[in-house]
């Protein structure tokens, strides 16, 4: 990593399934790496349970929503996109998962790190709510402690404190992001999940999320907007 790579602005954006960084979080990503942050994917399932086809070839699905995954994430300007390979309904809340997480962010050293808010209530997707509750503990106080996995560190992955958690799905927004410039990148990245969404179903979808945007941001100077649950981590 060059001097000057390493004064930019680093991110990490962990995702559940393929596409849903590009419904909940593509016209912030956008709009970041547009401004010359470096933003990173890390994909912790595989989607291979999404379809309703029983006839699906689960290997298959997963291979072609990987391909899927980095067309999305190549239009968004993310320069590296890390597939875990956890197959979809199949995360669990173990040490080795935490572990690669903190290996991950030690890797990275991401100032600030997005994902899925765990703590939304009632009906959530288990690899949602499990996702989003691995990265927290994986950023605070794994990742920041010397004395946590400390076989990193002999893989030269020194100790990395998180400054900042973008929660998206939050039931408890305190912060949106302007993306009028950006929603139209938004969408055409969401095309690419092609596997998921197409024809009637995108353009319902893409109603749907022009809604949101507009809610999202009507207490704000802008019109359309992405918010989340924003933690600042000082400790």
């Known amino acids: 990593m060059t001097e000057h790579e390493s004064a930019r602005e680093q991110v990490m954006v962990v995702i559940p399934h393929p596409d849903d960084a590009e419904?909940?979080?593509?016209?912030?990503?956008?709009?970041?790496t547009r401004e010359g942050k470096k933003v990173v994917f890390v994909l912790t399932t595989n989607g291979d349970k999404g379809s309703s086809d029983t006839r699906t070839d689960l290997r298959e699905l997963a291979q072609r929503r990987k391909q899927e995954q980095l067309e999305a994430a190549d239009l968004l300007g993310v320069?590296?996109?890390v597939f875990m390979g956890y197959p979809d309904q199949g995360l669990e809340d173990t040490p080795e998962f935490r572990k690669e997480l903190v290996r991950l962010i030690r890797r990275f050293r991401p100032q600030a790190v997005v994902t899925v808010d765990p703590f939304r209530r009632y009906p959530w997707h288990r690899d949602h709510r499990i996702t989003g509750q691995v990265v927290l503990d994986a950023i605070y106080p794994f990742a920041r402690d010397n004395l946590s996995y400390p076989e990193l560190l002999d893989e030269g992955l020194e100790p990395?404190?998180?400054?900042?958690?973008?929660?998206?799905?939050?039931?408890?927004?305190?912060?949106?992001?302007?993306?009028?410039?950006?929603?139209?990148?938004?969408?055409?990245?969401l095309?690419?999940?092609?596997?998921?969404?197409?024809?009637?179903?995108?353009?319902?979808i893409e109603a749907w999320l022009y809604k949101r945007a507009q809610l999202a941001a009507e207490k704000e100077?802008?019109?359309?907007?992405e918010n989340y649950h924003c933690i600042d981590i000082w400790w």
């Open 191 to 204: 095309k690419c999940h092609r596997s998921q969404i197409q024809g009637h179903k995108l353009k319902k």
């Open 79 to 81: 320069e590296e996109t």
């Open 23 to 32: 419904i909940n979080a593509a016209g912030t990503v956008a709009r970041w």
């Open 221 to 225: 100077p802008f019109q359309l907007g």
């Open 160 to 189: 990395h404190r998180t400054e900042q958690v973008y929660l998206w799905g939050t039931e408890d927004p305190n912060c949106c992001f302007d993306i009028s410039s950006t929603f139209e990148r938004k969408i055409e990245a």
